[in-house]
Protein backbone atom coordinates (compact mmCIF):
# COMPACT_ATOMS: atom_id res chain seq x y z
CA UNK A 1 0.00 0.00 0.00
CA UNK A 2 1.01 3.78 -0.22
CA UNK A 3 2.82 5.11 3.27
CA UNK A 4 0.26 7.77 4.51
CA UNK A 5 3.17 10.63 4.02
CA UNK A 6 2.84 10.58 0.49
CA UNK A 7 -0.61 9.84 0.17
CA UNK A 8 -1.44 13.34 1.90
CA UNK A 9 1.36 15.19 -0.13
CA UNK A 10 -0.96 13.38 -3.13
CA UNK A 11 -3.70 14.59 -1.92
CA UNK A 12 -3.01 18.63 -1.43
CA UNK A 13 -1.93 18.42 -4.59
CA UNK A 14 -4.99 17.44 -5.39
CA UNK A 15 -6.12 20.17 -3.41
CA UNK A 16 -4.55 22.61 -5.21
CA UNK A 17 -5.90 21.54 -8.84
CA UNK A 18 -8.98 21.60 -7.32
CA UNK A 19 -8.07 25.63 -6.36
CA UNK A 20 -7.16 26.18 -9.56
CA UNK A 21 -10.01 25.05 -11.55
CA UNK A 22 -11.87 27.17 -9.16
CA UNK A 23 -9.92 30.09 -10.09
CA UNK A 24 -10.18 29.34 -13.97
CA UNK A 25 -13.80 29.07 -13.16
CA UNK A 26 -14.15 32.27 -11.68
CA UNK A 27 -11.94 34.82 -13.08
CA UNK A 28 -13.64 35.57 -16.37
CA UNK A 29 -16.88 36.05 -13.73
CA UNK A 30 -14.83 37.93 -11.65
CA UNK A 31 -13.16 40.48 -14.28
CA UNK A 32 -16.79 41.02 -16.23
CA UNK A 33 -18.27 42.44 -12.85
CA UNK A 34 -15.68 44.37 -11.17
CA UNK A 35 -14.76 46.76 -13.73
CA UNK A 36 -18.54 48.16 -13.17
CA UNK A 37 -17.34 49.91 -10.28
CA UNK A 38 -14.28 51.10 -11.81
CA UNK A 39 -14.42 55.41 -12.50
CA UNK A 40 -13.07 55.13 -15.80
CA UNK A 41 -14.50 55.18 -19.34
CA UNK A 42 -12.96 52.09 -20.37
CA UNK A 43 -12.80 48.56 -18.80
CA UNK A 44 -9.40 48.28 -18.33
CA UNK A 45 -6.80 48.66 -15.69
CA UNK A 46 -5.73 51.05 -14.11
CA UNK A 47 -8.01 50.92 -11.02
CA UNK A 48 -9.47 55.09 -10.81
CA UNK A 49 -11.42 53.93 -7.63
CA UNK A 50 -14.88 53.34 -6.63
CA UNK A 51 -17.83 54.36 -8.48
CA UNK A 52 -21.47 53.49 -8.56
CA UNK A 53 -21.97 55.67 -11.68
CA UNK A 54 -22.71 53.06 -14.22
CA UNK A 55 -25.70 51.95 -12.31
CA UNK A 56 -27.07 54.97 -11.73
CA UNK A 57 -25.95 57.70 -13.47
CA UNK A 58 -28.47 59.44 -15.97
CA UNK A 59 -25.83 61.47 -18.47
CA UNK A 60 -23.64 60.83 -21.13
CA UNK A 61 -21.24 59.69 -21.84
CA UNK A 62 -21.61 57.96 -18.21
CA UNK A 63 -24.87 56.62 -18.64
CA UNK A 64 -25.45 53.90 -16.35
CA UNK A 65 -27.88 50.80 -16.91
CA UNK A 66 -30.80 51.94 -14.96
CA UNK A 67 -30.89 55.05 -17.46
CA UNK A 68 -29.86 53.25 -20.52
CA UNK A 69 -33.19 53.17 -22.30
CA UNK A 70 -31.77 50.41 -24.86
CA UNK A 71 -30.36 48.10 -22.27
CA UNK A 72 -33.48 48.09 -20.11
CA UNK A 73 -35.86 47.11 -23.45
CA UNK A 74 -33.61 44.66 -23.56
CA UNK A 75 -33.83 43.75 -20.27
CA UNK A 76 -37.59 43.57 -20.31
CA UNK A 77 -38.02 41.39 -23.56
CA UNK A 78 -35.56 38.61 -21.82
CA UNK A 79 -37.85 38.90 -19.30
CA UNK A 80 -41.04 38.17 -21.42
CA UNK A 81 -39.01 35.92 -23.70
CA UNK A 82 -37.72 33.36 -21.02
CA UNK A 83 -41.13 33.46 -18.56
CA UNK A 84 -43.24 32.32 -22.05
CA UNK A 85 -40.81 29.46 -22.72
CA UNK A 86 -40.71 28.91 -19.16
CA UNK A 87 -44.61 28.12 -18.65
CA UNK A 88 -44.46 26.60 -22.21
CA UNK A 89 -41.42 24.26 -21.44
CA UNK A 90 -42.84 23.63 -17.97
CA UNK A 91 -46.47 22.51 -19.56
CA UNK A 92 -44.88 20.26 -22.08
CA UNK A 93 -42.33 18.66 -19.90
CA UNK A 94 -45.05 17.81 -17.28
CA UNK A 95 -47.42 15.74 -20.17
CA UNK A 96 -43.63 14.48 -21.46
CA UNK A 97 -43.21 13.04 -17.73
CA UNK A 98 -46.14 11.65 -17.80
CA UNK A 99 -46.38 10.06 -21.00
CA UNK A 100 -42.51 8.52 -20.63
CA UNK A 101 -42.86 7.13 -17.04
CA UNK A 102 -46.54 6.69 -16.75
CA UNK A 103 -47.66 5.07 -20.22
CA UNK A 104 -46.79 2.00 -22.51
CA UNK A 105 -46.95 2.77 -25.94
CA UNK A 106 -45.04 1.45 -29.18
CA UNK A 107 -42.00 2.57 -30.10
CA UNK A 108 -41.15 3.95 -26.60
CA UNK A 109 -37.77 4.25 -26.35
CA UNK A 110 -37.66 6.01 -30.33
CA UNK A 111 -39.75 8.60 -28.63
CA UNK A 112 -37.86 9.20 -26.09
CA UNK A 113 -34.29 9.49 -28.06
CA UNK A 114 -36.81 11.95 -30.24
CA UNK A 115 -37.73 13.84 -26.85
CA UNK A 116 -33.72 14.14 -26.38
CA UNK A 117 -32.54 15.13 -29.57
CA UNK A 118 -33.19 18.80 -29.71
CA UNK A 119 -30.78 19.35 -26.38
CA UNK A 120 -27.72 18.07 -28.93
CA UNK A 121 -28.77 19.88 -32.25
CA UNK A 122 -26.90 22.73 -32.70
CA UNK A 123 -28.71 26.26 -31.25
CA UNK A 124 -27.54 27.82 -34.91
CA UNK A 125 -29.43 24.90 -36.78
CA UNK A 126 -32.22 25.02 -34.30
CA UNK A 127 -32.21 28.37 -35.03
CA UNK A 128 -32.12 28.86 -38.93
CA UNK A 129 -34.55 25.69 -39.44
CA UNK A 130 -36.99 27.31 -37.69
CA UNK A 131 -36.58 30.60 -39.39
CA UNK A 132 -36.53 28.95 -42.87
CA UNK A 133 -40.05 27.27 -41.50
CA UNK A 134 -41.38 30.40 -40.73
CA UNK A 135 -40.97 31.99 -44.06
CA UNK A 136 -41.96 29.27 -46.19
CA UNK A 137 -45.26 29.65 -44.18
CA UNK A 138 -45.39 33.04 -44.66
CA UNK A 139 -44.21 33.31 -48.13
CA UNK A 140 -46.72 30.29 -49.08
CA UNK A 141 -49.63 32.15 -47.43
CA UNK A 142 -48.65 35.72 -48.98
CA UNK A 143 -48.56 34.47 -52.38
CA UNK A 144 -51.60 32.39 -52.37
CA UNK A 145 -54.16 34.78 -50.05
CA UNK A 146 -52.07 38.07 -50.29
CA UNK A 147 -52.58 38.15 -46.30
CA UNK A 148 -48.70 39.05 -44.69
CA UNK A 149 -48.56 37.12 -41.44
CA UNK A 150 -46.59 39.58 -39.31
CA UNK A 151 -46.36 36.83 -36.55
CA UNK A 152 -44.41 34.52 -38.66
CA UNK A 153 -41.28 37.01 -39.32
CA UNK A 154 -38.73 37.18 -37.14
CA UNK A 155 -39.84 38.81 -33.95
CA UNK A 156 -41.05 37.49 -30.25
CA UNK A 157 -42.85 34.62 -31.51
CA UNK A 158 -40.12 32.75 -33.47
CA UNK A 159 -37.60 33.38 -30.73
CA UNK A 160 -40.24 32.33 -27.82
CA UNK A 161 -40.55 28.99 -30.45
CA UNK A 162 -37.22 28.47 -30.88
CA UNK A 163 -35.55 28.67 -27.40
CA UNK A 164 -38.80 26.23 -26.29
CA UNK A 165 -37.97 23.67 -29.29
CA UNK A 166 -35.20 22.94 -26.72
CA UNK A 167 -35.78 24.13 -23.29
CA UNK A 168 -38.68 21.26 -23.28
CA UNK A 169 -36.09 18.81 -23.38
CA UNK A 170 -34.21 20.24 -20.49
CA UNK A 171 -37.61 20.81 -18.41
CA UNK A 172 -38.86 17.33 -19.25
CA UNK A 173 -35.96 15.90 -18.36
CA UNK A 174 -35.69 17.36 -14.63
CA UNK A 175 -39.27 16.42 -14.41
CA UNK A 176 -39.46 13.21 -14.98
CA UNK A 177 -36.25 12.23 -12.83
CA UNK A 178 -38.28 13.05 -10.17
CA UNK A 179 -41.85 11.48 -11.35
CA UNK A 180 -39.81 8.32 -11.38
CA UNK A 181 -38.95 8.14 -7.32
CA UNK A 182 -43.10 8.91 -7.32
CA UNK A 183 -44.52 5.96 -4.67
CA UNK A 184 -47.48 4.86 -7.09
CA UNK A 185 -48.84 3.43 -4.17
CA UNK A 186 -49.81 6.45 -3.19
CA UNK A 187 -51.85 7.57 -5.86
CA UNK A 188 -53.42 4.28 -5.16
CA UNK A 189 -54.14 4.83 -1.40
CA UNK A 190 -55.94 7.93 -2.63
CA UNK A 191 -57.97 6.54 -5.12
CA UNK A 192 -59.13 3.24 -2.40
CA UNK A 193 -60.35 6.38 -0.33
CA UNK A 194 -62.46 7.30 -3.42
CA UNK A 195 -60.86 10.48 -4.83
CA UNK A 196 -61.22 11.23 -7.96
CA UNK A 197 -58.46 11.39 -10.85
CA UNK A 198 -58.33 15.42 -10.54
CA UNK A 199 -58.29 15.26 -7.34
CA UNK A 200 -55.50 12.71 -6.98
CA UNK A 201 -53.49 14.61 -9.36
CA UNK A 202 -53.99 18.47 -7.76
CA UNK A 203 -53.78 17.12 -3.74
CA UNK A 204 -50.88 14.43 -4.49
CA UNK A 205 -49.45 14.02 -7.59
CA UNK A 206 -48.80 17.72 -8.94
CA UNK A 207 -47.06 19.00 -4.61
CA UNK A 208 -45.05 15.95 -5.16
CA UNK A 209 -43.40 17.00 -8.53
CA UNK A 210 -43.33 20.86 -7.50
CA UNK A 211 -39.78 21.22 -6.62
CA UNK A 212 -38.94 19.63 -9.88
CA UNK A 213 -41.66 22.16 -11.69
CA UNK A 214 -40.08 25.24 -10.02
CA UNK A 215 -36.23 24.24 -10.48
CA UNK A 216 -37.25 23.18 -14.15
CA UNK A 217 -38.73 26.73 -14.29
CA UNK A 218 -36.06 28.25 -12.91
CA UNK A 219 -33.59 26.64 -15.12
CA UNK A 220 -35.69 27.54 -18.19
CA UNK A 221 -35.86 31.19 -17.22
CA UNK A 222 -31.87 30.96 -16.88
CA UNK A 223 -31.23 29.07 -20.34
CA UNK A 224 -33.86 31.35 -21.86
CA UNK A 225 -32.20 34.61 -20.54
CA UNK A 226 -28.35 33.56 -21.52
CA UNK A 227 -29.31 31.90 -24.79
CA UNK A 228 -27.26 33.77 -27.66
CA UNK A 229 -27.20 31.53 -30.65
CA UNK A 230 -30.84 30.00 -31.53
CA UNK A 231 -32.13 33.66 -31.19
CA UNK A 232 -29.74 35.91 -33.20
CA UNK A 233 -31.49 34.07 -36.39
CA UNK A 234 -35.18 34.61 -34.89
CA UNK A 235 -34.43 37.92 -33.55
CA UNK A 236 -36.73 41.10 -34.89
CA UNK A 237 -37.08 44.85 -33.50
CA UNK A 238 -37.75 43.22 -30.19
CA UNK A 239 -34.09 42.19 -29.39
CA UNK A 240 -33.61 40.90 -25.59
CA UNK A 241 -30.66 41.59 -23.77
CA UNK A 242 -27.44 39.45 -25.28
CA UNK A 243 -28.59 41.13 -28.40
CA UNK A 244 -28.31 44.44 -27.68
CA UNK A 245 -25.23 43.62 -25.46
CA UNK A 246 -23.53 41.92 -28.69
CA UNK A 247 -24.20 44.64 -30.45
CA UNK A 248 -23.37 47.31 -28.64
CA UNK A 249 -19.47 45.42 -28.23
CA UNK A 250 -19.62 44.82 -31.59
CA UNK A 251 -20.48 47.94 -33.21
CA UNK A 252 -19.86 50.53 -30.22
CA UNK A 253 -17.10 48.74 -28.54
CA UNK A 254 -17.07 48.36 -24.49
CA UNK A 255 -17.68 50.67 -21.96
CA UNK A 256 -18.13 49.42 -18.37
CA UNK A 257 -22.31 49.52 -18.71
CA UNK A 258 -21.72 46.55 -20.20
CA UNK A 259 -20.14 45.08 -17.00
CA UNK A 260 -22.63 46.60 -15.04
CA UNK A 261 -25.42 44.73 -16.82
CA UNK A 262 -22.82 41.46 -16.32
CA UNK A 263 -23.27 42.40 -12.68
CA UNK A 264 -26.81 42.26 -12.35
CA UNK A 265 -27.06 39.25 -14.14
CA UNK A 266 -24.23 36.97 -12.62
CA UNK A 267 -25.78 37.82 -9.11
CA UNK A 268 -29.27 37.19 -10.40
CA UNK A 269 -28.41 33.99 -12.11
CA UNK A 270 -26.21 33.03 -8.65
CA UNK A 271 -29.57 33.78 -7.30
CA UNK A 272 -31.86 31.56 -8.96
CA UNK A 273 -29.25 28.94 -9.45
CA UNK A 274 -29.30 28.35 -5.05
CA UNK A 275 -32.74 28.81 -5.04
CA UNK A 276 -33.68 25.92 -7.21
CA UNK A 277 -31.17 24.07 -5.61
CA UNK A 278 -32.55 24.83 -2.42
CA UNK A 279 -36.07 23.47 -3.51
CA UNK A 280 -34.96 20.59 -4.95
CA UNK A 281 -33.34 19.66 -1.55
CA UNK A 282 -35.60 16.79 0.10
CA UNK A 283 -36.70 18.38 3.41
CA UNK A 284 -36.58 14.92 4.56
CA UNK A 285 -32.65 13.41 3.55
CA UNK B 1 -63.79 -1.46 -21.29
CA UNK B 2 -64.22 2.11 -19.60
CA UNK B 3 -60.83 2.17 -18.18
CA UNK B 4 -59.25 1.09 -21.06
CA UNK B 5 -60.90 4.16 -23.33
CA UNK B 6 -60.06 6.28 -20.22
CA UNK B 7 -56.45 4.80 -20.78
CA UNK B 8 -56.27 5.72 -24.92
CA UNK B 9 -57.79 9.20 -24.25
CA UNK B 10 -55.01 10.24 -21.88
CA UNK B 11 -52.18 8.84 -23.89
CA UNK B 12 -53.48 10.75 -26.36
CA UNK B 13 -53.84 13.72 -24.65
CA UNK B 14 -50.80 14.04 -23.47
CA UNK B 15 -48.93 12.68 -26.58
CA UNK B 16 -50.34 15.72 -28.37
CA UNK B 17 -48.12 18.18 -26.71
CA UNK B 18 -45.13 16.05 -27.65
CA UNK B 19 -46.36 15.25 -30.99
CA UNK B 20 -47.06 19.46 -31.43
CA UNK B 21 -43.58 20.13 -29.70
CA UNK B 22 -41.27 17.47 -32.03
CA UNK B 23 -43.39 17.71 -34.83
CA UNK B 24 -43.99 21.10 -35.75
CA UNK B 25 -40.84 22.58 -33.99
CA UNK B 26 -37.92 19.85 -34.69
CA UNK B 27 -39.18 17.73 -37.47
CA UNK B 28 -40.86 19.93 -40.01
CA UNK B 29 -38.41 22.78 -39.63
CA UNK B 30 -35.60 20.09 -40.34
CA UNK B 31 -37.42 18.68 -43.32
CA UNK B 32 -38.07 22.30 -44.84
CA UNK B 33 -34.52 23.02 -44.20
CA UNK B 34 -33.38 20.29 -46.43
CA UNK B 35 -35.56 20.81 -49.27
CA UNK B 36 -34.67 24.35 -48.90
CA UNK B 37 -30.77 23.74 -49.28
CA UNK B 38 -32.00 21.55 -52.77
CA UNK B 39 -33.02 24.49 -53.88
CA UNK B 40 -31.43 27.03 -56.83
CA UNK B 41 -32.06 29.83 -57.87
CA UNK B 42 -31.63 30.16 -61.78
CA UNK B 43 -32.88 33.77 -61.90
CA UNK B 44 -34.86 35.90 -59.63
CA UNK B 45 -38.11 34.08 -58.16
CA UNK B 46 -37.12 30.83 -60.28
CA UNK B 47 -35.83 28.01 -58.81
CA UNK B 48 -34.29 24.31 -59.97
CA UNK B 49 -33.79 21.71 -57.77
CA UNK B 50 -30.61 19.95 -57.41
CA UNK B 51 -27.27 18.95 -56.15
CA UNK B 52 -25.69 22.47 -56.37
CA UNK B 53 -25.55 23.94 -53.20
CA UNK B 54 -23.56 20.75 -51.78
CA UNK B 55 -21.30 20.52 -54.94
CA UNK B 56 -20.63 23.96 -54.11
CA UNK B 57 -19.73 23.25 -51.17
CA UNK B 58 -16.91 20.62 -51.74
CA UNK B 59 -15.64 22.78 -54.83
CA UNK B 60 -14.64 25.58 -52.56
CA UNK B 61 -11.62 24.52 -50.40
CA UNK B 62 -12.34 27.29 -47.95
CA UNK B 63 -15.72 25.92 -46.81
CA UNK B 64 -14.90 21.72 -46.23
CA UNK B 65 -11.34 23.37 -44.80
CA UNK B 66 -13.40 25.72 -42.36
CA UNK B 67 -15.31 22.80 -41.63
CA UNK B 68 -12.95 20.05 -40.87
CA UNK B 69 -10.67 23.09 -38.69
CA UNK B 70 -14.14 23.26 -36.91
CA UNK B 71 -14.27 19.03 -36.55
CA UNK B 72 -10.71 18.98 -35.05
CA UNK B 73 -10.24 21.83 -32.55
CA UNK B 74 -13.85 20.38 -31.32
CA UNK B 75 -12.24 17.08 -30.26
CA UNK B 76 -9.11 18.44 -29.45
CA UNK B 77 -11.42 20.47 -27.08
CA UNK B 78 -13.87 17.40 -26.29
CA UNK B 79 -10.84 15.50 -25.06
CA UNK B 80 -8.92 18.23 -22.88
CA UNK B 81 -12.49 19.29 -20.99
CA UNK B 82 -12.45 15.36 -20.46
CA UNK B 83 -8.61 15.28 -19.21
CA UNK B 84 -9.74 18.69 -17.15
CA UNK B 85 -13.06 17.83 -16.12
CA UNK B 86 -12.64 13.95 -14.85
CA UNK B 87 -10.47 15.05 -12.01
CA UNK B 88 -12.57 17.26 -10.67
CA UNK B 89 -15.84 15.41 -11.25
CA UNK B 90 -13.62 12.65 -9.37
CA UNK B 91 -12.75 14.91 -6.39
CA UNK B 92 -16.49 15.97 -6.41
CA UNK B 93 -18.07 12.39 -6.04
CA UNK B 94 -15.08 10.65 -4.08
CA UNK B 95 -13.05 12.09 -2.02
CA UNK B 96 -14.85 15.86 -0.98
CA UNK B 97 -17.07 15.13 2.96
CA UNK B 98 -20.58 14.78 2.23
CA UNK B 99 -21.12 19.31 2.93
CA UNK B 100 -18.11 20.16 0.96
CA UNK B 101 -19.38 18.36 -1.67
CA UNK B 102 -22.78 20.20 -2.53
CA UNK B 103 -20.92 23.55 -2.17
CA UNK B 104 -18.06 22.23 -4.98
CA UNK B 105 -20.75 20.68 -6.80
CA UNK B 106 -22.74 24.48 -6.77
CA UNK B 107 -19.96 26.13 -7.07
CA UNK B 108 -19.62 24.27 -10.77
CA UNK B 109 -23.16 25.30 -11.77
CA UNK B 110 -22.92 29.18 -11.07
CA UNK B 111 -21.03 29.57 -13.83
CA UNK B 112 -23.24 27.32 -16.13
CA UNK B 113 -25.90 29.99 -15.68
CA UNK B 114 -24.44 32.94 -16.69
CA UNK B 115 -24.35 34.01 -20.52
CA UNK B 116 -21.59 33.06 -22.82
CA UNK B 117 -21.41 36.71 -24.03
CA UNK B 118 -20.60 37.47 -20.34
CA UNK B 119 -17.69 35.03 -19.93
CA UNK B 120 -16.13 35.76 -23.44
CA UNK B 121 -16.57 39.39 -21.99
CA UNK B 122 -14.78 38.55 -18.79
CA UNK B 123 -12.01 36.67 -20.67
CA UNK B 124 -11.71 39.57 -23.42
CA UNK B 125 -10.92 41.91 -20.45
CA UNK B 126 -8.48 39.99 -19.20
CA UNK B 127 -6.42 38.67 -22.46
CA UNK B 128 -6.29 41.88 -24.77
CA UNK B 129 -3.62 43.89 -25.05
CA UNK B 130 -4.65 46.34 -22.85
CA UNK B 131 -5.99 43.83 -20.75
CA UNK B 132 -5.77 43.07 -16.94
CA UNK B 133 -3.15 40.32 -17.43
CA UNK B 134 -1.01 42.20 -20.22
CA UNK B 135 -0.89 45.14 -17.53
CA UNK B 136 -0.04 43.11 -14.49
CA UNK B 137 2.79 41.45 -16.32
CA UNK B 138 3.96 44.66 -17.32
CA UNK B 139 3.85 46.32 -13.79
CA UNK B 140 5.74 43.54 -12.25
CA UNK B 141 8.07 43.63 -14.99
CA UNK B 142 7.97 40.59 -16.37
CA UNK B 143 7.39 41.71 -19.92
CA UNK B 144 7.99 45.09 -22.00
CA UNK B 145 5.40 45.71 -24.05
CA UNK B 146 2.04 45.02 -23.96
CA UNK B 147 0.98 41.42 -25.16
CA UNK B 148 -2.03 40.52 -27.57
CA UNK B 149 -3.65 37.27 -25.87
CA UNK B 150 -6.63 37.40 -28.03
CA UNK B 151 -7.52 36.14 -31.58
CA UNK B 152 -5.45 32.75 -31.41
CA UNK B 153 -6.36 29.07 -31.64
CA UNK B 154 -4.63 28.49 -27.95
CA UNK B 155 -7.17 31.08 -26.45
CA UNK B 156 -10.16 29.84 -28.54
CA UNK B 157 -9.49 26.54 -27.28
CA UNK B 158 -9.30 27.40 -24.01
CA UNK B 159 -12.36 29.62 -23.79
CA UNK B 160 -14.09 26.93 -25.38
CA UNK B 161 -13.29 24.42 -22.85
CA UNK B 162 -14.55 27.13 -20.57
CA UNK B 163 -17.64 27.50 -21.91
CA UNK B 164 -18.15 23.37 -21.94
CA UNK B 165 -16.28 21.79 -18.86
CA UNK B 166 -19.57 21.62 -16.49
CA UNK B 167 -21.61 19.97 -19.14
CA UNK B 168 -18.75 17.06 -19.17
CA UNK B 169 -18.31 17.30 -15.13
CA UNK B 170 -21.81 16.75 -14.27
CA UNK B 171 -22.90 13.75 -15.79
CA UNK B 172 -19.38 12.17 -14.83
CA UNK B 173 -20.35 13.44 -10.88
CA UNK B 174 -23.74 11.70 -11.08
CA UNK B 175 -22.13 8.33 -12.65
CA UNK B 176 -19.16 8.38 -10.22
CA UNK B 177 -22.01 9.09 -7.54
CA UNK B 178 -23.73 5.97 -8.32
CA UNK B 179 -19.95 3.75 -8.10
CA UNK B 180 -19.30 2.01 -4.65
CA UNK B 181 -16.83 2.65 -3.11
CA UNK B 182 -16.33 -0.66 -2.02
CA UNK B 183 -15.07 -1.32 -5.50
CA UNK B 184 -12.33 1.10 -5.90
CA UNK B 185 -10.95 -0.16 -1.98
CA UNK B 186 -11.49 -3.76 -3.33
CA UNK B 187 -9.14 -2.89 -6.76
CA UNK B 188 -6.08 -1.85 -3.84
CA UNK B 189 -6.56 -4.83 -1.98
CA UNK B 190 -6.30 -6.94 -4.67
CA UNK B 191 -2.87 -4.95 -5.04
CA UNK B 192 -3.80 -2.68 -8.03
CA UNK B 193 -1.51 0.23 -8.17
CA UNK B 194 -3.51 3.50 -8.57
CA UNK B 195 -3.37 3.60 -12.07
CA UNK B 196 -4.56 0.39 -12.72
CA UNK B 197 -7.34 0.71 -10.94
CA UNK B 198 -8.12 4.03 -12.29
CA UNK B 199 -7.91 2.03 -15.72
CA UNK B 200 -9.77 -1.18 -14.89
CA UNK B 201 -12.06 -0.43 -12.67
CA UNK B 202 -13.07 3.69 -12.22
CA UNK B 203 -12.97 4.22 -16.31
CA UNK B 204 -15.35 1.37 -17.15
CA UNK B 205 -17.79 2.13 -14.93
CA UNK B 206 -17.68 5.93 -15.60
CA UNK B 207 -17.90 4.92 -19.55
CA UNK B 208 -21.68 6.21 -20.31
CA UNK B 209 -20.86 9.21 -18.22
CA UNK B 210 -17.71 10.03 -19.97
CA UNK B 211 -19.60 9.45 -23.17
CA UNK B 212 -22.63 11.31 -22.32
CA UNK B 213 -20.25 14.10 -21.48
CA UNK B 214 -17.95 13.79 -24.58
CA UNK B 215 -21.19 14.09 -26.72
CA UNK B 216 -22.78 16.91 -25.24
CA UNK B 217 -19.10 18.78 -25.22
CA UNK B 218 -18.95 17.73 -29.27
CA UNK B 219 -22.00 19.21 -30.36
CA UNK B 220 -21.67 22.07 -28.21
CA UNK B 221 -18.39 23.14 -29.16
CA UNK B 222 -19.10 22.64 -32.95
CA UNK B 223 -22.53 24.50 -32.72
CA UNK B 224 -20.94 27.06 -30.67
CA UNK B 225 -20.49 31.01 -32.34
CA UNK B 226 -20.21 33.60 -30.07
CA UNK B 227 -16.87 31.70 -27.72
CA UNK B 228 -15.08 31.63 -31.77
CA UNK B 229 -15.73 34.90 -32.56
CA UNK B 230 -15.00 37.21 -29.91
CA UNK B 231 -12.33 35.44 -28.42
CA UNK B 232 -10.69 34.45 -32.23
CA UNK B 233 -11.98 37.49 -33.56
CA UNK B 234 -13.51 37.78 -37.42
CA UNK B 235 -11.15 35.09 -38.95
CA UNK B 236 -11.25 32.23 -36.52
CA UNK B 237 -12.84 30.32 -39.32
CA UNK B 238 -15.80 28.22 -37.48
CA UNK B 239 -17.83 26.72 -39.25
CA UNK B 240 -21.18 28.11 -37.44
CA UNK B 241 -19.60 31.41 -38.84
CA UNK B 242 -20.15 30.40 -41.98
CA UNK B 243 -23.76 29.68 -42.07
CA UNK B 244 -24.48 33.17 -40.09
CA UNK B 245 -22.81 34.75 -43.21
CA UNK B 246 -24.33 32.72 -45.73
CA UNK B 247 -27.86 33.34 -43.94
CA UNK B 248 -27.53 37.09 -42.94
CA UNK B 249 -24.59 38.84 -44.84
CA UNK B 250 -25.16 37.32 -48.27
CA UNK B 251 -28.75 36.16 -47.78
CA UNK B 252 -28.18 33.29 -49.67
CA UNK B 253 -30.75 31.09 -47.82
CA UNK B 254 -30.59 28.06 -50.06
CA UNK B 255 -26.67 27.56 -49.74
CA UNK B 256 -26.82 27.98 -45.57
CA UNK B 257 -29.43 25.74 -45.19
CA UNK B 258 -27.03 23.03 -47.26
CA UNK B 259 -24.15 24.28 -44.85
CA UNK B 260 -26.25 23.78 -41.43
CA UNK B 261 -27.33 20.38 -43.10
CA UNK B 262 -23.68 19.91 -44.02
CA UNK B 263 -22.57 20.48 -39.90
CA UNK B 264 -25.38 18.55 -38.68
CA UNK B 265 -24.72 15.63 -40.68
CA UNK B 266 -21.18 16.12 -39.90
CA UNK B 267 -21.69 16.22 -36.26
CA UNK B 268 -24.24 13.40 -36.06
CA UNK B 269 -21.49 11.17 -37.91
CA UNK B 270 -18.48 11.64 -34.91
CA UNK B 271 -20.79 11.23 -32.57
CA UNK B 272 -22.25 7.75 -33.72
CA UNK B 273 -19.14 6.53 -34.48
CA UNK B 274 -18.20 7.98 -31.44
CA UNK B 275 -20.98 5.44 -29.59
CA UNK B 276 -19.76 2.83 -31.98
CA UNK B 277 -15.98 2.79 -30.73
CA UNK B 278 -17.16 2.94 -27.09
CA UNK B 279 -19.78 0.37 -27.50
CA UNK B 280 -22.40 2.75 -25.77
CA UNK B 281 -25.89 3.94 -27.47
CA UNK B 282 -27.63 7.27 -27.12
CA UNK B 283 -30.16 5.86 -24.70
CA UNK B 284 -27.52 5.01 -22.70
CA UNK B 285 -25.57 7.69 -22.14
CA UNK B 286 -27.38 11.00 -23.13
CA UNK B 287 -30.13 9.82 -22.08
CA UNK B 288 -29.98 8.69 -19.16
CA UNK B 289 -28.49 11.90 -17.61
Redesign the interface.
Known amino acids: MVSGATNRIMLSGYRVYMALFFLFLAAPLFSAALFAFNDSLFPSLPWKGFTLDWFFNDTEPKLGMFNDRRLLRGLYYSFVIASMVSLLSIFVGTCNAFLFVRCEFRAKNFFYILMVLPLIIPGVILGISILVMASNMANGVENSTGIELEFLRPGLLLVVLGQFSFIATICSLVIIARLKKFDIAMEEAAFNLGASRTRVLRTITLPFLRPALIAAGIVAFLVSFENFNTTLFLVGSEAPLTITMYDRMVKVGSTPVLNAVSFVLILGSALLAVLSIAVQRDPDK | MMVSDGKKL??F???T??AL??GL??I???V??FI?SLKEKVAPRVYEYGLDNYINFIQEPIYWNTLLRTGVMSLLVTVLTLL?GF??AY?IAK?AGKRSKGA?F?????????????????????L?E???VS??LQSVGLIDTPIEFLYNDATVVMGLI?TV?LFMIVPLVSTLDGMDNEMIEAG?NLGGS?LTVLRRIIVPYAMPGIVAGC??VF??T?????TPI?LGGKNSSWF?EQ??DQ??TRYN?ES??AF?FV??TF?SFV?WAGLRLSGQT??ST??K?
Open positions: GLLLFPFWILILPHGMLIPVYILLLCLIPLWVSDLIRAFGWILLRTGVKSYVYRIVMLAGSYLLTIYFIWGAGLLTVLSVAS
